[in-house]
Antibody, heavy 120, light 108 residues
């Protein structure tokens, strides 16, 4: 079965960077885009960007341009999202999700989420 | 960027009642790219409806989606206890995805 398993919770200091991983299994990793979506406590969902695991090509939301880097390692079927220059507002849960592809663009499978806490 | 506005913010209903959730877009959205998700506390979102009106695999037929252009609706015909959750609409356009702010369906 399709699974996206994310890395665990992290605590970072303001100004630092965080790298969250998302390990895919149960399907061909390079055949589907992987997206990253974040959610502040008690708030809504915010799209950050996506990566094409086949080519490595990325699309980032304008808000995160220059601060986010999405990469992948096809040898271990894992996607990564690195966010730099962290502020307290980056204390959120980060989700990875698979884009269903073909002529559709929705997300059919999600990781369990990874809480990143920014604290001094 | 297309902005999605969901209403109401909170819907207080009893089990067995009908729920109608609205999602309005700041400009026209292709129906193919309008999606609804359900999220329960402490869980990741779950795909409910895609392409505005297509139920995802395993989703009960009490959930239905409709609409076009800028106005979309998710209807739950008879609320079951497990349906009390937050619902988000999402759209895709110009290599960018946006979500509505969510509607919470709570037990009255």
């Amino acid at each position: 079965q399709v699974q996206l398993v994310q890395s665990g919770a992290e605590v970072k200091k303001p100004g630092a960077s965080v790298k969250v991983s998302c390990k895919a299994s149960g399907y061909s990793f390079t055949a589907y885009y992987v997206h990253w979506v974040r959610q502040a406590p008690g708030q809504g969902l915010e799209w950050m960007g996506r990566i094409n695991p086949n080519s490595g090509g990325t699309n980032y939301a304008q808000k995160f341009q220059g601060r986010v880097t999405m990469t992948r390692d096809t040898s271990i079927n894992t996607a990564y999202m690195e966010l730099s220059r962290l502020t307290f507002d980056d204390t959120v849960v980060y989700y990875c999700a698979r884009e269903v592809g073909s002529s559709w663009n929705h997300f059919d499978y999600w990781g369990q989420g990874a809480l990143v806490t920014v604290s001094s | 960027e297309i902005v999605l506005t969901q209403s109401p913010g909170t819907l207080s209903l009893s089990p067995g009642e009908r729920a109608a959730l609205s999602c309005r877009a700041s400009q026209s959205v292709s129906s193919s790219y309008l999606t609804w998700y359900q999220q329960k506390p402490g869980q990741a979102p779950r795909l409910l409806v895609y392409g505005a009106s297509n139920r995802a695999t395993g989703i009960p037929d009490r959930f239905s989606g409709s609409g076009s252009g800028t106005d979309f609706t998710l209807t739950i015909s008879r609320l079951e206890p497990e349906d009390f959750a937050v619902y988000y609409c999402q759209q895709y356009g110009s290599s960018s995805w946006t979500f509505g702010q969510g509607t919470k369906v709570e037990i009255k």
